[in-house]
């Protein structure tokens, strides 16, 4: 067996995560390396959602029976639990949503609806990049259709990294909110959070980043960043799905309009006009998502038992070893960054001329899950003039043995396709 420095002891790991003992397809053990797409669920969520339904299940905040205060606790415990593996200021700058892309969402909004000097109007500018997820281009696109604003972004050098050469022309004294993703979700990217905040804050732009594929595998720490806000989800660090986070400076959460109305984000309401409540709760309408949580806030607790940098380390080498494995694999082409420094847990490839839905379905009948396509990030593929990618990604529970299995399913899809 394959050793390499830095690695958790997955063996143990592995058996907090019941399903990675699934076999598929007459027998084979599943080799699960789409986690940048979803992680999978060890049983200390598994058992707290669980908990939550046989024994707390109520709405919260607005009953003052034991159920309904069991079940507000636990969710305003929760937001606790997210606030400090985020290392926010103030429990009251954490925001829950259903997802990230909700999260994006928010924030385009708020600012579209917002009063000066926050607001985005034609005369204000937008700035992205070319590598973003869909859910931090659309929502921005649908801003500047909607305000006039004009959207700009930063492209991709041929190593797979932001061009920043014209950081100056593209970040100017009209531009109003920057927004980026921390790590590539296509490429695997590390993006220079500093320089590109650096230039922000010398115009007076605000700094959205999108987290989702950062917050999984590193140490988050919302002060350090320096940004404004940073969304993330639940669903690729060990939570369940239908949770996000939205984290907000509190001076801009106390300025910016709700994007949702309805019950629990108001104060008073009359026929004529309603009054808000303080954030987060001016920004979580309606019943908000309990169960998940509940079920985020045990996933915070499972990494923070284990340490985000000792995950951080395992990745690296996971990450590293399987570039050097992957780069042996005759007419494999790395899409982004060809070594293990300053990118994520996430690779892309190409195989000849294999179309990567073919390859994908190649290795799922070896039993190794693989993620095939554009990944919600199409602008990368049309950079690079590719149609898709094949995608691997690991997490804390990755090991040497199932890259070695990637790449021999490889050899067996180039047989396959000779």
Not at 30 to 39: C, F, G, W
Not at 384 to 404: C, K, N, Q, W
């Amino acid at each position: 067996m394959t050793q390499l420095p830095g690695l958790l002891d997955t063996e143990a790991i592995r058996k907090d995560f019941p399903i990675l003992d699934r076999q598929v397809h007459d027998g084979k053990k599943i080799v699960y390396l789409d986690n940048a797409a979803t992680s999978q669920k060890p049983r200390q969520v598994l058992d707290a959602l669980n908990a939550y339904y046989e024994r707390h299940n109520a709405n919260v905040h607005r009953g003052v029976h034991v159920l309904a205060e069991e079940a507000t606790a636990l969710y305003e415990g929760a937001r606790d639990k997210v606030a400090a593996f985020i290392n926010a200021p103030s429990r009251n700058e954490v925001i829950f949503t259903k997802n990230a892309s909700e999260s994006l969402n928010l924030v385009a909004n708020m600012l579209g609806w917002a009063e000066e000097p926050y607001r985005v109007d034609r005369e204000t500018e937008i700035v992205i990049t070319e590598m973003e997820h869909h859910s931090n281009i659309v929502p921005w696109q649908l801003l500047a259709q909607r305000t006039g604003a004009k959207l700009k972004w930063f492209g991709i050098t041929d190593d797979g990294r932001l061009d920043l050469s014209n950081i100056e022309e593209i970040i100017t004294e009209q531009t109003k909110i920057v927004s980026f993703t921390l790590v590539s979700n296509i490429m695997g990217t590390i993006n220079p959070v500093e320089t590109i905040v650096r230039r922000a804050q010398e115009v007076g732009a605000l700094v959205c980043i999108d987290a989702s594929q950062a917050a999984p595998h590193m140490v988050l720490d919302v002060q350090a960043l320096q940004a404004d806000f940073v969304a993330f989800t639940g669903h690729k660090m060990c939570g369940p799905t239908g949770i996000g986070v939205l984290w907000g400076r509190q001076e801009l959460l106390e300025d910016l309009p709700p994007f949702l109305g309805g019950g629990e984000m108001i104060e008073t309401v009359s026929m004529h006009s309603s009054t808000y409540a303080p954030a987060p709760h001016k920004f979580e309408a309606g019943t908000p998502p309990i169960a998940q949580a509940v079920g985020i806030g045990a996933a915070v607790d499972y990494l923070t038992s284990i340490g985000m940098d000792k995950i951080a380390a395992h990745e690296h080498a996971i990450t590293e070893y399987a570039v050097k494995r992957l780069l042996e694999v005759p007419d494999l082409r790395i899409i982004g960054p060809s070594t293990a420094e300053e990118r994520g847990a996430t690779i892309s490839f190409t195989l000849g001329d294999i179309h990567p839905h073919d390859v994908g379905q190649v290795l799922d009948e070896q039993g190794i899950a693989v993620r095939v396509g554009h990944h919600c990030a199409r602008p990368v593929c049309l950079r690079f003039g590719i149609p898709a990618t094949t995608r691997a990604s690991f997490y804390l529970y990755s090991t040497p043995a199932e890259v070695d299995a990637l790449v021999e399913g490889l050899e067996h899809v180039r047989n396959f396709f000779g």
